[in-house]
């Protein structure tokens, strides 16, 4: 059993590794979105502010989903936390891609944040699937909120990045949902401002640097 965590653990280090040293990119089908167009340079930091926090929201993600994953109670909430897990490297991917295509760099703080999110993961994992899950239902509902507010700034200014972002969220809402049918226990609304504090934090923190 412990050979097995420890395993685990060190699948978890290496994705993170891979992750942060942008090693781990699925490569992203970006011919459904629309072409990229030339901004003008405040829409330009704008976009590349937007796409900055959202990389590193989706490194968050990630890293929530693989601690949760190793503290898991049953294999079936196991396997669906390191589906949604993979499911954020494509995210992280397609906000990668259009930093590169805005000539933008991810957060400096990202290994910091990893780290951080493995840790809550795997305390919320072991607090119990039920809780496990409503902590999935609660972060995708905050995830969602902001993408709304994220789309809502960029308006039609910028086509192809608001295509991506419509797309991540859309998934989001799916994981939001997938969790609270399989009976995530709904938080109560102190706990979620909390939450919703805390992504104030990472959001503020990551737009520029």
Do not use: W
């Not at 653990?9 to 994705?15: A, G, T």
């Not at 991506?164 to 859309?170: D, H, N, Y």
């Amino acid at each position: 059993m412990f050979r097995e965590l420890l395993d685990e653990i060190v699948l978890v280090i290496d994705n993170g590794l891979r992750t942060l040293t942008d090693t781990h990119q699925d490569s992203v089908d970006d011919s459904k979105y629309p072409s990229p167009k030339e901004l003008s340079p405040p829409n330009r930091r704008t976009a590349a502010s937007i796409m900055r926090i959202n990389h590193c929201g989706e490194v968050c993600a990630q890293a929530l989903y693989e601690g949760q994953a190793l503290t898991a109670r049953t294999p079936s909430v196991q396997r669906q936390l390191k589906q949604a897990a993979s499911e954020e490297r494509e995210h992280l991917a397609l906000c990668r891609t259009r930093l590169n295509e805005l000539d933008a760099n991810p957060s400096i703080f990202e290994p910091l944040f990893f780290a951080a999110s493995v840790g809550i993961g795997a305390i919320a994992g072991r607090l119990g699937d039920r809780v496990s899950l409503g902590f999935v239902e609660a972060t995708e509902d905050e995830v969602c909120k902001h993408l709304d507010r994220h789309i809502d700034e960029l308006g039609d200014r910028d086509e192809r990045t608001k295509a991506m972002l419509e797309s991540i969220r859309a998934d989001e809402a799916q994981h939001r949902s997938a969790a609270y049918e399989q009976g995530g226990l709904v938080f109560s609304k102190p706990i979620k401002s909390g939450m919703a504090l805390a992504a104030k934090v990472m959001t503020r923190t990551t737009a520029i640097f």
